[in-house]
């Protein structure tokens, strides 16, 4: 008897299994654009105010992957070369910090009003982090990420390094108001980072150099037994601003004030840089 032959779509000649076989394929693709697009979404979704990735269980709450917190004590100007070199220095940061690291900044002033932490900001996602993405524009992103972080966050930098001077530098005083303002710091469980520039001469009734304290002073002081935790676990780098030490009877004893302050405080890093200008 002869074979039968196997049946074949009517239209084209294509056996019906091949036909089967295109349409499972071309499900699976969609099923896999679908998933891929939904991975993508859930890893860019963010707070509209804070730009912060959002919590674990779907809500609006920020969830920051680290923390950067930077005080400006400026209560002293600085010279054009300290500006340009503290600019590039503060941008590096920016362009360095993990996506995700929620910035906030304080600044150091005789007016306790001014003291606190602006409103917090995480750096998103940039152009270059979508550029193997099908389904994200690389130029909103970008455009985003500079509008939205880059240019409210160097604002704000710029105003802070235009200060007016002060007569008193409480430094301790801004740095606790701005890590305790600063939303979810003090017991956020991931990488901190505290950025203080400052010629680190503290002048206020707490402590004052030009007095002549020094840090068995401090410590012997009811001030001593107000002083924080806050920094645990946290990596610390001072920017000093060289200055006249006029007055200052042991002028190495600063240094070694914010080593013993910052081994109080928790600090796991610690790290001065000079901002020189001759």
Not at 55 to 66: E, F, K, L, Q, V
Not at 172 to 185: D, R, V, W, Y
Not at 261 to 273: A, D, N, P, S, T
């Amino acid at each position: 008897m002869p074979r039968k032959k196997r049946k074949k779509n009517q239209a084209n000649g294509v056996p019906s299994w091949i036909l089967a076989l295109g349409a499972i394929l071309a499900i699976s693709a969609l099923i896999g654009a679908f998933l891929w697009r939904n991975q993508t979404e859930k890893e860019m979704a963010m707070n509209k105010e804070t730009l912060c990735p959002l919590a674990a269980d779907g809500s609006s709450a920020s969830a920051p992957t680290a923390m950067t917190v930077i005080l400006f004590d400026l209560t002293d100007p600085i010279s054009p070369a300290q500006r340009k070199q503290l600019t590039e220095y503060i941008e590096q940061e920016l362009v360095e910090a993990p996506r995700g690291t929620q910035f906030t900044l304080g600044v150091v002033n005789e007016d306790s009003t001014t003291w606190g932490a602006s409103a917090p900001l995480c750096k998103p996602f940039a152009g270059k982090d979508v550029m193997r993405r099908l389904d994200q524009n690389q130029k909103l992103v970008q455009k985003r990420y500079e509008n939205q972080f880059l240019s409210p966050l160097r604002g704000m930098i710029r105003e802070m390094l235009s200060a007016k001077p002060a007569n008193h530098s409480p430094i301790m005083e801004a740095l606790q108001s701005l890590l305790a303002s600063t939303p979810g710091f003090l017991t956020f469980p991931g990488p901190r980072r505290l950025i203080v520039v400052s010629d680190l001469l503290q002048n206020s009734d707490v402590f004052n150099f030009y007095r002549g304290d020094d840090w068995q002073a401090f410590k012997a002081s009811p001030s001593f037994q107000r002083l924080g935790h806050n920094l645990k676990g946290a990596d610390v780098k001072f920017f000093q601003i060289p200055r006249s030490f006029n007055g200052i009877n042991r002028p190495a004893m600063v240094r070694d004030f914010w080593v013993n302050y910052c081994e109080v405080q928790g600090c796991v890093h610690l790290k001065f840089i000079p901002l020189e200008d001759l």
